[in-house]
Protein backbone atom coordinates (compact mmCIF):
# COMPACT_ATOMS: atom_id res chain seq x y z
CA UNK A 1 0.00 0.00 0.00
CA UNK A 2 1.54 3.58 -0.93
CA UNK A 3 1.59 6.07 1.12
CA UNK A 4 -0.04 8.30 -1.50
CA UNK A 5 -3.00 5.92 -1.20
CA UNK A 6 -2.77 6.02 2.49
CA UNK A 7 -2.68 9.79 2.18
CA UNK A 8 -6.12 9.65 0.21
CA UNK A 9 -7.93 7.13 1.83
CA UNK A 10 -7.18 8.95 4.89
CA UNK A 11 -8.15 12.49 4.27
CA UNK A 12 -11.26 11.09 2.60
CA UNK A 13 -12.17 9.30 5.54
CA UNK A 14 -11.40 12.63 7.53
CA UNK A 15 -13.82 14.68 5.41
CA UNK A 16 -16.65 12.05 5.73
CA UNK A 17 -16.32 11.75 8.99
CA UNK A 18 -16.28 15.49 10.09
CA UNK A 19 -18.94 16.26 7.55
CA UNK A 20 -20.95 13.73 8.99
CA UNK A 21 -20.95 15.25 12.31
CA UNK A 22 -24.40 17.13 13.23
CA UNK A 23 -26.22 16.04 10.43
CA UNK A 24 -28.50 12.47 10.04
CA UNK A 25 -25.41 10.90 8.97
CA UNK A 26 -24.01 11.50 12.27
CA UNK A 27 -25.58 7.81 13.73
CA UNK A 28 -23.77 5.62 11.06
CA UNK A 29 -20.55 7.81 10.80
CA UNK A 30 -19.94 7.53 15.24
CA UNK A 31 -21.03 3.28 14.65
CA UNK A 32 -18.73 2.77 12.02
CA UNK A 33 -15.83 4.95 12.84
CA UNK A 34 -16.28 3.61 16.76
CA UNK A 35 -15.69 -0.12 15.30
CA UNK A 36 -12.88 0.95 12.96
CA UNK A 37 -10.97 3.20 15.58
CA UNK A 38 -11.06 0.59 18.40
CA UNK A 39 -10.49 -2.62 16.27
CA UNK A 40 -12.34 -5.06 18.12
CA UNK A 41 -11.00 -3.85 21.77
CA UNK A 42 -13.95 -2.78 24.08
CA UNK A 43 -11.79 0.01 25.87
CA UNK A 44 -10.53 0.86 22.47
CA UNK A 45 -14.23 1.34 21.58
CA UNK A 46 -15.32 3.63 24.43
CA UNK A 47 -12.31 5.97 23.85
CA UNK A 48 -13.04 6.40 20.23
CA UNK A 49 -16.75 6.87 20.86
CA UNK A 50 -15.57 9.96 23.68
CA UNK A 51 -13.57 11.52 20.99
CA UNK A 52 -16.98 11.17 18.60
CA UNK A 53 -18.87 12.24 20.76
CA UNK A 54 -16.53 15.47 21.59
CA UNK A 55 -16.49 15.61 17.90
CA UNK A 56 -20.43 15.38 16.98
CA UNK A 57 -20.85 18.14 20.15
CA UNK A 58 -18.62 20.82 18.92
CA UNK A 59 -20.29 21.49 15.98
CA UNK A 60 -23.74 21.50 17.15
CA UNK A 61 -22.90 23.65 19.90
CA UNK A 62 -20.88 26.45 17.46
CA UNK A 63 -22.79 29.06 15.57
CA UNK A 64 -23.99 28.18 12.27
CA UNK A 65 -21.26 30.60 10.52
CA UNK A 66 -18.72 28.91 12.74
CA UNK A 67 -19.26 25.37 11.52
CA UNK A 68 -16.95 25.22 8.23
CA UNK A 69 -14.02 26.68 10.13
CA UNK A 70 -14.46 24.15 12.93
CA UNK A 71 -14.73 21.56 10.11
CA UNK A 72 -11.71 22.54 8.82
CA UNK A 73 -10.00 22.48 11.65
CA UNK A 74 -11.22 19.21 12.65
CA UNK A 75 -10.95 17.12 9.74
CA UNK A 76 -7.08 17.99 9.74
CA UNK A 77 -6.54 16.13 12.63
CA UNK A 78 -8.84 13.50 12.03
CA UNK A 79 -7.11 12.95 9.03
CA UNK A 80 -3.46 12.11 11.07
CA UNK A 81 -5.34 9.88 12.93
CA UNK A 82 -7.06 7.74 10.30
CA UNK A 83 -3.36 7.80 8.52
CA UNK A 84 -2.12 6.09 11.89
CA UNK A 85 -4.27 3.73 11.79
CA UNK A 86 -4.01 2.46 8.23
CA UNK A 87 -0.50 2.74 8.43
CA UNK A 88 -0.97 0.25 11.73
CA UNK A 89 -2.86 -1.77 10.16
CA UNK A 90 -3.58 -1.72 6.17
CA UNK A 91 -6.58 -4.32 6.59
CA UNK A 92 -8.60 -1.12 7.80
CA UNK A 93 -8.24 0.51 4.74
CA UNK A 94 -10.50 -1.56 2.95
CA UNK A 95 -13.44 -0.81 5.52
CA UNK A 96 -12.52 2.41 5.75
CA UNK A 97 -13.27 2.97 2.03
CA UNK A 98 -16.40 1.36 2.44
CA UNK A 99 -17.84 3.56 5.36
CA UNK A 100 -16.18 6.58 3.40
CA UNK A 101 -18.67 5.36 -0.02
CA UNK A 102 -21.46 4.83 2.44
CA UNK A 103 -21.38 8.15 4.10
CA UNK A 104 -20.85 9.87 0.56
CA UNK A 105 -24.29 8.38 -0.06
CA UNK A 106 -26.13 9.46 3.39
CA UNK A 107 -24.53 13.32 3.52
CA UNK A 108 -26.72 16.02 2.76
CA UNK A 109 -24.56 17.62 -0.63
CA UNK A 110 -23.11 20.71 1.04
CA UNK A 111 -21.47 18.06 3.52
CA UNK A 112 -19.51 16.56 0.28
CA UNK A 113 -18.36 19.19 -1.16
CA UNK A 114 -15.68 21.84 0.31
CA UNK A 115 -14.74 25.05 -1.51
CA UNK A 116 -12.18 26.54 -1.33
CA UNK A 117 -11.20 30.30 -2.54
CA UNK A 118 -7.67 32.05 -2.78
CA UNK A 119 -6.89 34.81 -3.78
CA UNK A 120 -3.53 36.68 -4.96
CA UNK A 121 -3.86 40.52 -4.76
CA UNK A 122 0.44 41.62 -4.77
CA UNK A 123 1.73 42.20 -8.56
CA UNK A 124 3.59 39.17 -9.92
CA UNK A 125 1.96 36.65 -6.81
CA UNK A 126 1.22 33.50 -6.62
CA UNK A 127 -1.83 31.79 -4.69
CA UNK A 128 -2.24 28.26 -4.77
CA UNK A 129 -4.00 25.57 -2.85
CA UNK A 130 -4.97 22.02 -2.71
CA UNK A 131 -7.61 20.02 -0.96
CA UNK A 132 -6.92 16.10 -0.24
CA UNK A 133 -3.97 16.02 -2.66
CA UNK A 134 -1.00 17.67 -3.44
CA UNK A 135 0.63 20.53 -5.27
CA UNK A 136 3.87 20.07 -7.05
CA UNK A 137 5.38 23.03 -8.75
CA UNK A 138 7.48 22.79 -11.57
CA UNK A 139 9.83 26.25 -12.81
CA UNK A 140 12.05 25.96 -15.91
CA UNK A 141 12.27 29.57 -16.59
CA UNK A 142 15.06 31.98 -15.89
CA UNK A 143 16.39 32.19 -12.30
CA UNK A 144 13.62 34.79 -10.40
CA UNK A 145 16.99 36.70 -9.31
CA UNK A 146 17.81 37.46 -12.89
Keep these: MTLDWI ?3 AA ?10 ATDA ?3 ART ?3 RLLGRGDSQGEEAAARKLDGLAREIEQAEPAQR ?9 AWQVRLEDLVEDDTAVANDLAAVVERLRELLP ?3 NAW ?3 ITAAAPNATAQGVQHGNIINH ?4 SPSS
Excluded: C, K, M
Excluded at 12 to 21: I, K, M, P
Excluded at 68 to 76: G, H, T
Design 7 to 9: LQI
Design 12 to 21: SGGAALVGAA
Design 26 to 28: WSY
Design 32 to 34: EFT
Design 68 to 76: DEIRARRQA
Design 109 to 111: AEQ
Design 115 to 117: VQN
Design 139 to 142: YSGP
